[in-house]
């Protein structure tokens, strides 16, 4: 079991995320731009090597601007888990709001479609010495200001006018504009006549307060605990009438109705409008930890029409015990032969891109293995078939004729020829060795 490495070499450089549980950690999209920057490759050849890397995965040739990366859906999930993968550092699904996914609906986080950021951020970036870097918060479509320094985000380069030039480019250096190459950094200066609404205000203040959160989430965020607190909610502020409630924060009553006896799950913005409206913060609703909640006027009700606000059993997130996973990879480790992470991950019944998020090093052991074991079950067909294939090319030789891959299949037997993988590689090598063993003898006579 010599040949399992401690801790396989990554393939990329293991940069570390900025501001990890804070308001302020940095969002996928930013880490997807460093680590191309470090690598001084463009944003397109990192996202084909990462494409690659997981054919089985992410499908190659796409745009990368497409797929909201730092967001909830799928598109988030793989490349979080690609780039945990091809990097060694573990989690970084947590750059995106994926932890959020049971108690935001898929199509529910707008995220925003030109990169927005806030210029006093990247200033103060430059003035602590880090590179500068986006903010996942930024993604949002909810958040339009930076709470931290009071003032409205943008997407235009103040120095050539451009809209979009945050990482809308081949090439980007987070901080400077990706068409004139100007830093976007600006010391935050007083705006008269951009006035902040105190909504806005309160809204990305909501926002960030949750990415804070999100790094020290355990436990799955559950959507069954979140719909228990808006029963609450209806309860106790509402007498138990879910028209009410759904009257107030401005929805239908079907979609309060779909959401307990169906599938439904609020979006954010919906979140936002009931946290907004009942005196609760965002993350205290969507975690569905009201037991600090004061609700703002109490209305005693002798019946609770409960009815039609109790949730209809809802599958819950497995609880995944990681200690437990982690003991059953090393022993896939330990296998006489070796498995690949998606065999292992089909044995545990959970998704490789788990494994590369919540059990990284172990997982990425597993991969070299299992390359390392595929490199020599190939190397051992070629040497197999290696005599087959010197007589084939010499016979071919004494007849005058090229060697082709079709004369190579009409001398060669299936069972021997079928298994070797880059068979005109393999054909090249095996001419320049006859050819090379050809003028040793005839040097030698
Ligand atoms: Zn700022
Ligand atoms: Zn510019």
């Known amino acids: 079991m010599s040949q399992i490495q401690r801790n396989p070499r990554?393939?990329?450089?293991?940069?570390?995320p900025y501001g990890k549980g804070t308001s302020e950690v940095e969002s996928l999209v930013s880490y997807f731009c460093r680590l191309a920057a470090s690598h001084s490759v463009s944003t397109l050849v990192l996202s084909r090597t990462i494409a690659e890397h997981f054919e089985q995965i992410v499908a190659a040739g796409f745009d990368w601007h497409e797929r909201q990366i730092a967001g909830i859906r799928e598109s988030a999930f793989t490349w979080s888990a690609g780039l945990s993968a091809?990097?060694?550092?573990?989690?970084?699904d947590r750059l995106t709001f994926l932890p959020w996914r049971e108690v935001i609906s898929q199509n529910g986080l707008?995220?925003?479609?030109?990169g927005q950021f806030c210029s006093a951020c990247f200033a103060e970036d430059i003035e602590c010495g880090r590179q500068p870097y986006f903010r996942l918060a930024w993604e949002s479509a909810e958040v339009s200001v930076c709470s931290k320094h009071g003032q409205r985000l943008t997407r235009h380069c103040q120095h050539c006018g451009k809209d979009n030039v945050r990482h809308a480019a081949a090439f980007v250096v987070p901080g400077w504009c990706t068409h004139c190459g100007v830093p976007l950094a600006k010391a935050k200066e007083y705006q008269a006549?951009?006035?902040i609404e105190p909504d806005e205000l309160w809204r990305a203040r909501q926002v960030g307060e949750l990415l804070a959160s999100q790094e020290s989430?355990?436990?799955?965020?559950?959507?069954?605990?979140?719909?228990?607190?808006i029963t609450r909610i209806i309860t106790e502020l509402h007498k138990g009438h879910s028209a009410s409630f759904a009257r107030r924060i401005g929805i239908a009553k079907s979609t309060v109705h779909h959401w307990f006896k169906g599938d439904g799950t609020p979006t954010l913005a919906i979140s936002m409008k009931i946290a907004a409206h009942h005196g609760t913060s965002l993350k205290q609703l969507l975690t569905?930890?009201?037991?600090?909640?004061q609700p703002p006027m109490i209305q005693k009700q002798l019946v609770l029409q409960l009815s039609s606000a109790v949730p209809k059993p809802h599958k819950t997130p497995r609880e995944i015990d990681w200690l437990e996973i982690e003991k059953q990879l090393s022993t896939f480790l330990l296998l006489p032969t070796p498995i690949s992470v998606l065999e292992a991950a089909r044995r545990?019944?959970?998704?490789?891109?788990?494994?590369?998020?919540?059990?990284?090093?172990?997982t990425r052991q597993l991969g070299e293995r299992w390359k390392t074991y595929l490199k020599r079950r190939q190397e051992s067909k070629v040497i197999a078939a290696w005599p087959y294939l010197e007589v084939a090319c010499l016979d071919l030789w004494a007849e005058g004729k090229a060697v082709t891959r079709r004369e190579i299949v009409a001398r060669v037997p299936e069972e021997i020829l079928s298994p070797v993988a880059n068979l005109l590689n393999v054909l090249k090598e095996v001419q320049a060795h006859l050819q090379r063993t050809g003028e040793n003898e005839n040097t030698h006579t």
């Open 10 to 16: 990554s393939t990329l450089h293991a940069l570390i």
């Open 86 to 92: 091809l990097t060694s550092v573990q989690g970084l």
């Open 110 to 114: 707008s995220i925003v479609k030109r």
């Open 193 to 195: 006549d951009v006035a």
């Open 217 to 229: 989430i355990t436990a799955e965020v559950s959507r069954n605990t979140y719909l228990a607190g």
């Open 288 to 293: 569905g930890d009201l037991s600090d909640w």
């Open 348 to 362: 545990l019944d959970l998704e490789a891109r788990q494994l590369y998020l919540r059990a990284n090093k172990t």
